[in-house]
């Protein structure tokens, strides 16, 4: 059972479009909904991060958007280029007891854009 | 700073043996998180490390075993390899187990 389903698995848009990535969650215990980017023969690393009390959160060309009612986030890349082409990965965490966060992770999306 | 380094980069085993993967994290960082990367699965989660402690563990079987040590390294072992086991291996760490993570480059593992 995928606790964070991600869409769509692939995505292909012209340089300067904009690429909409969309995650949708279970549990309503998840607090920190974080975005990474994966390069290949990298690991993924830390794009941008939200926490359900702000709606929408942006950073350079980067914004995530937020759905609490409707369990929903999505990543926004606005005026996509080349360098941009790589998989990217939604995923929730919710605070256990002791302080202790395991993420949950979506399946990923390839992009792809194209110059 | 250096970032997370995992050794080796790429390994081939057959069904059956084991295998031992090593991760050093960030100076500083004293959680040591391990994922199984596969094109079907996505990241899943195998387990985190803090303190020499296990604190968290996912649903993987027992074949699937880890340790950290005082210098916060950390080794993760996979006993009687499967073709199933055939995955990026990837390691992540943080200051916390609060923390944002940063990810290692992954062994690639080869099951034959």
């Known amino acids: 059972q995928q606790q964070v389903k991600q869409s769509p698995q692939s995505l292909i848009v012209q340089k300067g479009g904009i690429s909409i990535i969309n995650c949708a969650y279970e549990n309503t215990a998840f607090d920190y909904f974080p975005w990474y980017q994966q390069f290949p023969g990298k690991g993924p690393a830390l794009l941008i991060a939200?926490?359900?009390d702000v709606s929408e959160k942006k950073e350079g060309r980067f914004t995530i958007s937020f759905n609490k009612s409707a369990k929903q986030f999505s990543l926004h890349i606005m005026d996509s280029q080349p360098g941009d082409s790589a998989t990217y990965f939604c995923a929730a965490s919710r605070d256990d007891a002791g302080n202790n966060r395991k993420l949950i992770w979506g399946l990923g999306t390839s992009l792809a854009v194209n110059p | 700073k250096a970032g997370v380094t995992q050794t080796p980069r790429y390994l081939i085993k057959t069904r059956g043996q084991q295998v031992t993967l090593s991760c050093s994290p960030i100076?500083?960082?004293?959680?040591v998180s391990w994922y199984q990367q596969t094109p079907g699965q996505g990241l899943q989660f195998l387990f985190e490390?803090?303190?020499?402690?296990?604190?968290n563990k996912g649903n993987f079987p027992g074949r699937f075993s880890g340790r950290q040590f005082s210098n916060s390294r950390s080794e993760m072992n996979v006993s009687t390899l499967e073709l199933g086991d055939s995955a990026l291996y990837l390691c992540?760490?943080?200051?916390?187990?609060?923390?944002?993570?940063?990810f290692g480059p992954g062994t690639r593992l080869t099951v034959l």
């Open positions: 992540a760490s943080s200051l916390g187990t609060d923390n944002e993570q940063f």
């Open positions: 490390y803090f303190s020499e402690t296990q604190r």
């Open positions: 100076s500083g960082h004293r959680s």
């Open positions: 939200i926490r359900p």
